[in-house]
Structure formats: C-alpha cells, structure tokens
Nanobody
Framework: QVQLVESGGGLVQPGGSLLLSCATSGIIFSISHMGWYRQGPGKSRELVAS???????TYVDFAKGRFTISRDDASNTVFLLMTALKPEDTAVYYC?????????WGQGTQVTVSS
C-alpha cells in the first residue's frame, strides 16, 4: 500500500520559514520522481518544485530563490524548505510521487502565512 504523509505545515508570519516533510512507503523511492504542489483558496493545484531520482531539481518562478526541495533516499523522505514566506503562499501543500506510469498523492498539509 502506497502512503505519502506530509507534515510541517502551520501558521507562520510573513517573512518566516517552514520545513515540510513527506514520508513515503510502498514505493521504490530511489527511482521515483518527487514533487511538491500547492492549492490556494479558490485556485487550481499548481507545481511548486520537483526533484528527480538523480537529484536534479526544478522550480516554478515563484519558488526560485525562496524554496528548496531535497530528498533523503535513506529515509524515503522528500523535503521542502520554504523561506521568506508571503501571504500568497497560503495553500494546502501536497506531496507527489511518480514511479513508472503511476502517480501518487499525499493528503496535504495546510500552510497559512499571516500576521
């Protein structure tokens, strides 16, 4: 059974930082392409960042310079370090795993940026 469990969300003030984690099981993590997505209020789900099995990373424009995606194959976990957070970063953040032709999602973790 595949499980992706996000954690680390919460309420943070503008300019603050959060570290999101996604612990996985049931997949061959080392060969999986991992991504973080988000869905803000009234918006569609959008890609934030992704990291391949070889460690190559991609970021969308709003994440460049502020967010860092990383992975630990030993613990089957992917991380998203978010800094300089803005109110517009408020969203539910989802972890995604792509392995072969299959795609798996976590349940999401809420991030709220507000003073």
């Amino acid at each position: 059974q595949v499980q992706l469990v996000e954690s680390g969300g919460g309420l943070v003030q503008p300019g603050g930082s959060l570290l999101l984690s996604c612990a996985t099981s049931g997949i061959i993590f080392s060969i999986s392409h991992m991504g973080w997505y988000r869905q803000g209020p009234g918006k569609s789900r959008e890609l934030v960042a992704s990291i391949g099995s070889g460690g190559m990373t991609t970021y969308v424009d709003f994440a460049k310079g502020r967010f860092t995606i990383s992975r630990d194959d030993a613990s089957n976990t992917v991380f998203l370090l978010m800094t300089a957070l803005k109110p517009e970063d408020t969203a539910v953040y989802y972890c995604n795993a792509e392995m072969y032709q299959d795609s798996y999602w976590g349940q999401g973790t809420q991030v709220t940026v507000s003073s």
